[in-house]
């Protein structure tokens, strides 16, 4: 099973400010890389998805790549309490029919 | 509106009766998977389907069985329940896999006791 690794948190930012969160995968020959969202009780929700090399912009939220480094990031701008969440990165695998392999989820808290 | 539907969205089961969980999806995806969630251990694969007549073993199969009869749906069948099923298991479509977004279903609460 290739790996996927995430900080579990919490990790927690004021209101208004950046909140910066990292994934490592271990197998490079993942070429997708997703950012799901899941609150409590609920199931996870696309936020982002990358496949190259750089930056990616969407409103507030930036994910970033680094193929070489094995390492993907997911950025919040101006974070705001509804952002408080667990955040799933995600690595398609070469098996198991180019399934998603999912991190075990940062959590972030954005207090007011 | 379309989606995936899942039933039972709750369910407590005695240790060794059968179950299966039910997932049909509206969206003509041909890759369907199903994914248990547990505390400290994240999303890990079940089960995997890249299109009707065909399926696939992921992490953690044993002990579940999988049909896909037709593209729309994808039943997960635990033939003989053990307390280390108790899990949240979530059903999962796309049209593209490994590149596509991935839509879930609202999950599946077991209790096996």
């Known amino acids: 099973q290739k790996e996927v690794e995430q900080n579990s948190g919490p990790l927690s930012v004021p209101e208004g400010a950046i909140a910066s969160l990292n994934c490592t995968y271990s197998d490079r020959g993942s070429q997708s890389f997703f950012w799901y969202r899941q609150y409590s009780g609920k199931s996870p929700e696309l936020i982002m998805f990358i496949y190259s090399n750089g930056d990616k912009e969407d409103g507030r939220f930036t994910a970033q790549l680094n193929k070489a480094s094995q390492y993907v990031s997911l950025l919040i701008r101006d974070s705001q309490p509804s952002d408080s969440a667990t955040y799933l990165c995600a690595v398609n695998g070469l098996d198991s029919g180019y399934a998603l392999n999912f991190g075990k989820g940062t959590s972030l808290l954005v207090t007011p | 509106i379309a989606g995936i539907t899942q039933a039972p969205t709750s369910q407590i089961l005695a240790a060794g009766r059968r179950m299966t969980l039910r997932c049909t999806q509206d969206m003509r995806h041909n890759a369907m998977y199903w994914y248990r969630q547990d505390l400290g251990l994240g999303l890990r694969l079940i089960h995997y389907?890249?299109?009707?007549?065909?399926?696939g073993k992921g992490e953690v199969p044993d002990g579940y069985s999988v049909s896909r009869a037709n593209t729309d749906d994808f039943p997960l069948t635990l033939a003989s329940a053990v307390p280390s099923q108790t899990s949240v298991y979530f059903c999962?479509?796309?049209?593209?896999?490994?590149?596509?977004?991935?839509?879930f279903g609202e999950g599946s609460r077991l209790t096996v006791l």
């Open positions: 389907s890249n299109t009707a007549g065909t399926t």
């Open positions: 999962a479509s796309t049209a593209s896999p490994g590149t596509g977004e991935l839509f």
